[in-house]
């Protein structure tokens, strides 16, 4: 066992081999790391090097709709190979996505959203716009809820002065051909194959807004899952079992704090139904027997995770860890967290 300087090892096959051992010192990892938000992590349970993963997981945005300078707002993307696929744009997502490299932004052009709420769409908007100022060569495709259509057929409409603009002034950057865009509706179960990935839309159970969906991303024989906004879903868990990586949304105890101490108590008690507590997020990860649990969707300020994780452990026995904007998860046989400003 050794130590790796880039990030946290999961291994299939030292998992395998002394799963007691490492899987207990992998949870007090986990709880180091928790401690230790802002600072690098240096544990490993597999040293060796690190082949091609099948899918590499980047988390974009962690946050909730509260705007936080540390956390953007909800954003995953998912790649296999060249493929990109996004999912929810919230805050700053075309920031972070530039983070990633200029071509990014041309360069996604498949946008899942989980649901309509605005703390998962207001990015939307710099996505299509700036995507096409930067030279993006096909159209936005938006796959979702079937409002999706109209809100991207509105945003086309709020950007008219700009794109006459663009499109008269810029025309060696922008073709307009290419601010056309695609909205296809997603239905339960419904599969979505681009490329080597097969998307597969999970119906969830966001109380009063629906349709929600969390998706299930499968590339060969490996597969994240995510949950989107939901409640304790028996349906997510269905479409989630023994996937790789589960990256659930968390209502922690420092955001239900918030919700409590903001709202009436009749408000609050409704955006907390929502969501899915901490304890009953630990269940999902041990009814689906994911390799490794995220959390995501809540305020990740290191003082306020012990409590969180304690509440976690008290239903999942497995490895988990709290999302942080910039975050990589490499998805193979051995699955690799590296934390952001690491390679
Ligand atoms: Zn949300």
């Known amino acids: ?43 490993s349970v597999d040293a060796e090097a ?24 909800q954003s995953i993307l998912v790649e296999a190979g060249d493929t ?41 908007a710099d996505l299509y716009m700036n995507g096409w100022n930067q030279g993006r060569q096909e159209n936005l495709r938006v796959y979702g809820p079937a409002a999706a259509e109209a809100f991207m057929r509105h945003l086309r409409l709020a950007y008219e002065e700009d794109v006459v603009f663009r499109a008269d002034r810029q025309v060696h950057a922008v073709e307009r051909d290419f601010l056309d865009y695609v909205a296809m509706e997603v239905a339960d179960g419904e599969r979505i194959v681009i490329d080597d990935v097969t998307v597969t839309a999970i119906a969830v159970d966001h109380h009063v807004v629906e349709p929600a969906f969390g ?42 704090h918030y919700v409590r101490t903001t709202f009436s108590q009749e ?14 997020v630990g ?17 990740n300020e290191p003082s306020r995770i012990p409590e969180l994780a304690a509440q976690i452990e008290s239903t999942w026995s497995g490895d988990f860890v709290v999302a942080e904007d910039l975050m990589v998860i490499e998805i193979g046989e051995t699955i690799r967290v590296v934390e952001p400003g690491h390679e």
Request: charged share 20%; with cysteine.
């Open 1 to 43: 066992m050794g130590h790796d300087p880039d990030g946290l090892v999961v291994s299939r096959d030292s998992l395998a081999a002394a799963q007691q051992g490492w899987q207990q010192l992998l949870c007090r990892a986990v709880i180091v790391f928790a401690l230790m938000v802002a600072s690098p992590i240096a544990i």
């Open 50 to 73: 690190q082949t091609e993963p099948a899918i590499k997981v980047t988390l974009l945005g962690t946050g909730t709709p509260v705007p936080n300078p540390r956390q953007f707002g």
């Open 84 to 124: 990109k696929l996004l999912f929810d744009c919230g805050r700053g997502c075309g920031h972070r996505l530039w983070n990633l490299g200029p071509q990014y932004l041309r360069e996604t052009r498949h946008l899942f959203l989980t649901h309509m709420h605005s703390d998962h769409t207001v990015g939307v």
């Open 215 to 256: 998706y299930r991303v499968d590339v060969g024989e490996f597969s994240v899952v995510i949950s989107g906004d939901t409640a304790y879903s028996d349906n997510l868990i269905r479409h989630s079992i023994e996937a790789d990586v589960l990256i659930h949304e968390v209502m922690s105890p420092a955001l239900e």
């Open 267 to 280: 408000v609050a008690d409704d955006i907390v139904a929502l969501h899915t507590l901490a304890p009953d």
């Open 283 to 299: 269940r999902v990860f041990s009814e689906s027997r994911t390799r490794l649990g995220v959390l995501t969707h809540l305020d």
